[in-house]
């Protein structure tokens, strides 16, 4: 979200998009560690990340600097202001599944010993600073989202909170920084977050936080098998209404099965359920 070129092409997307009566929030990401130092197009940068330490929790560089902090946060809010500028309708900021964001969340990656480690609270600061930022930037009007996740890409079962009140803790210290909306991802979202309670994970961050929630997890798609050979049963679209309805959640993310079918959501509306297109690993590689 930077370079005049680049920024003038996505000008012309958000034009298009308000053309057809849609809102567009564009998601700003930093991989961190995931991105392997001296990988294109800057080989001679070395990636960043809180601690040096990788997915698997190997050691692999050296930590970010706090100046090295205070440029990738800067650099965050002048995408936002870029964002704004053009005319989105607001910003997603990238805080899952194992990038850099997220990185400072996990006590796997972030092993720091000063103001951006140690307990929760601690580990949440790089991204209060960095909401904060982004806040001062584009003012107190302009939609700030935060894609969140227990899960990371190398580790499916890999937890922040153990309980509500973990969740509580640190879904608070994000809402008074400015985040207005959770985009909450799980690998299915009709799966309870917290033994013993039905809710799922965008349920909870509703109930927790008051703030404007998107659930996302497999809708859409068809019965799959698991990692190890076990069959998924997916509830459908009856279920995701009935939560729907039960207000657990605002929104609902589709990534899969809109690549399989890029008029899924208009076949939704309209009944046309039979003409779906399913999902195949090939839609990966479809530009429609």
């Known amino acids: 979200m930077y370079g005049e070129a680049a ?7 958000v034009r298009q998009v308000h053309d057809a009566g849609g809102k567009i929030f564009p998601q700003i990401l930093h991989m961190g560690i995931v991105r392997p130092s001296g990988s294109d197009p800057h080989p001679e940068a070395a990636s960043l990340s809180p601690s040096g330490v990788d997915m ?36 997603e900021l ?3 599944h194992g990038f850099l964001i997220d990185q400072f969340f996990w006590k796997t990656t972030n092993r720091r010993t000063d103001r951006y480690g140690g307990d929760l609270q601690k580990r949440t600061q790089f991204a209060v600073e960095l909401v904060m930022a982004v806040r001062a930037a ?15 890409m190398n580790d ?20 008074d920084a400015g985040v207005d909306i ?9 799966e309870p977050e917290f033994e013993g309670f039905n809710l799922g994970f965008a349920g909870w961050v509703r109930k ?30 009856s279920e995701l209404m009935k939560r729907y309805e039960q207000q657990e959640f605002d929104l609902v ?13 208009a076949k939704i509306r309209e009944g046309r359920v039979s003409e779906i297109q399913a999902f195949t690993p090939e839609a990966l590689a479809t530009l429609h």
């Open 253 to 265: 993310a589709v990534g899969r099965a809109l690549l399989g079918d890029p008029a899924w959501a």
């Open 208 to 237: 927790l936080s008051g703030q404007t929630t998107i659930t996302v997890g497999s809708v859409g798609m068809a019965d799959e098998p698991e990692e190890e050979g076990n069959e998924v049963k997916h509830p459908g679209m």
């Open 156 to 175: 499916y079962q890999a937890r922040l909170f153990d309980t509500p009140e973990e969740l509580e803790q640190f879904l608070r210290l994000l809402v």
């Open 138 to 152: 584009v003012g107190p009007d302009f939609p700030i989202a935060m894609r969140i996740s227990q899960w990371k």
């Open 7 to 13: 920024l003038q092409d996505w000008a012309e997307v």
């Open 94 to 96: 990238h805080g899952a």
């Open 56 to 91: 698997g929790g190997t050691q692999v560089g050296a930590p970010m600097t706090e100046a090295e902090i205070a440029t990738v946060i800067q650099a965050y809010a002048d995408a936002a202001v870029n964002a704004q500028r053009i005319g989105f309708d607001g910003i």
């Open 182 to 190: 959770f985009h909450c991802s799980t690998r299915r979202f009709w």
